[in-house]
């Protein structure tokens, strides 16, 4: 196998197995949401019926995900073998920086308080990440050499990465879904990758203007706004979990 950072080639028993997203910012026991299902749910009036009679529209939901619309798919986290144990070592550096960008909800009062080189490792931390998901394994991308160099300050590679908050808008009954996944457009391609918190989207061409997100480099400034939500249109998000919900139909029309 093929470290997708340093490029060597290793045994498999050699690579590591790494969690994305981290283990601290939400990758536990991740059970994989039945889009199918929870479509039918909502559109079905079971929900609306059993608030309707009384009970907790919480409760219901709970029960609901629990019992129908959840399969246990990752009890210990979702992991890919994908980088050597040294590269995830290094990786390791910048998901500590992560972590207090995380643990910060991306505040900008508190995140212009933190060194440069800490804002430049919790930027790395999120380009390493997509090196590492399923959907971009035969991605050719030019950041790799940004991240692997510690020192590096700049990239110019044609890769952005935008981000927003996990609100109501981005999670349909407020479940947050955490997958990862790929969607086409004319102008290029987008990947996604999210948290606990925060949903992140690597295209090769600059975003649509219509679709509101905040761009990773931009924590660099003294000052930014953090988009909350993916907003009215659902923003890369949805379009992405749409394709991911057909390519679940058509899987299950093939069995
Ligand atoms: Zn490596």
Redesign the pocket.
Same mark, same amino acid.
């Given at each position: 196998m093929i470290?997708r950072?340093?490029?060597?080639s290793f045994l498999i028993s050699e690579m590591s197995e790494e969690h994305y997203p981290a283990h601290s910012v939400g990758n536990d026991d991740i059970v994989k949401l039945d889009l199918v299902k929870m479509i039918d749910s909502i559109q079905s009036s079971e929900i609306s019926n059993r608030v309707k009679s009384g009970e907790k529209l919480e409760n219901v939901i709970d029960d609901v995900f629990d019992n129908q619309l959840s399969e246990t798919l990752y009890p210990r986290g979702r992991t890919a073998r994908t980088? *050597?144990r040294? *590269?995830n070592t290094f990786l390791g550096k910048y998901d500590e920086a992560y972590l207090k960008f995380f643990n910060s909800d991306g505040d900008p009062r508190s995140i212009k308080g933190f060194q440069p080189i800490t804002k430049l490792q919790i930027i790395k931390s999120i380009f390493g990440k997509f090196l590492s998901i399923p959907e971009a394994l035969e991605e050719d991308f030019d950041f790799v050499n940004f991240v692997k160099d510690e020192e590096q300050t700049e990239y110019t590679g044609i890769w952005n990465i935008y981000f927003v908050t996990r609100d109501f808008s981005s999670d349909i009954l407020g479940l947050k879904d955490i997958g990862t996944g790929k969607a086409v457009f004319e102008e290029g391609v987008v990947y996604e990758l999210s948290d606990d918190k925060f949903i992140y989207n690597l295209l090769n061409f600059p975003k649509h203007p219509c679709f509101e997100m905040t761009n990773l480099f931009d924590i660099l400034k003294k000052n930014y706004i953090v988009v909350k939500g993916t907003g009215a249109n659902g923003g890369y998000h949805s379009q992405i979990l749409l394709s991911r919900l057909f390519q679940t139909m058509n899987e299950s029309d093939d069995k």
């Amino acid at each position: 196998m093929i470290c997708r950072l340093c490029g060597k080639s290793f045994l498999i028993s050699e690579m590591s197995e790494e969690h994305y997203p981290a283990h601290s910012v939400g990758n536990d026991d991740i059970v994989k949401l039945d889009l199918v299902k929870m479509i039918d749910s909502i559109q079905s009036s079971e929900i609306s019926n059993r608030v309707k009679s009384g009970e907790k529209l919480e409760n219901v939901i709970d029960d609901v995900f629990d019992n129908q619309l959840s399969e246990t798919l990752y009890p210990r986290g979702r992991t890919a073998r994908t980088l *050597c144990r040294n *590269c995830n070592t290094f990786l390791g550096k910048y998901d500590e920086a992560y972590l207090k960008f995380f643990n910060s909800d991306g505040d900008p009062r508190s995140i212009k308080g933190f060194q440069p080189i800490t804002k430049l490792q919790i930027i790395k931390s999120i380009f390493g990440k997509f090196l590492s998901i399923p959907e971009a394994l035969e991605e050719d991308f030019d950041f790799v050499n940004f991240v692997k160099d510690e020192e590096q300050t700049e990239y110019t590679g044609i890769w952005n990465i935008y981000f927003v908050t996990r609100d109501f808008s981005s999670d349909i009954l407020g479940l947050k879904d955490i997958g990862t996944g790929k969607a086409v457009f004319e102008e290029g391609v987008v990947y996604e990758l999210s948290d606990d918190k925060f949903i992140y989207n690597l295209l090769n061409f600059p975003k649509h203007p219509c679709f509101e997100m905040t761009n990773l480099f931009d924590i660099l400034k003294k000052n930014y706004i953090v988009v909350k939500g993916t907003g009215a249109n659902g923003g890369y998000h949805s379009q992405i979990l749409l394709s991911r919900l057909f390519q679940t139909m058509n899987e299950s029309d093939d069995k």
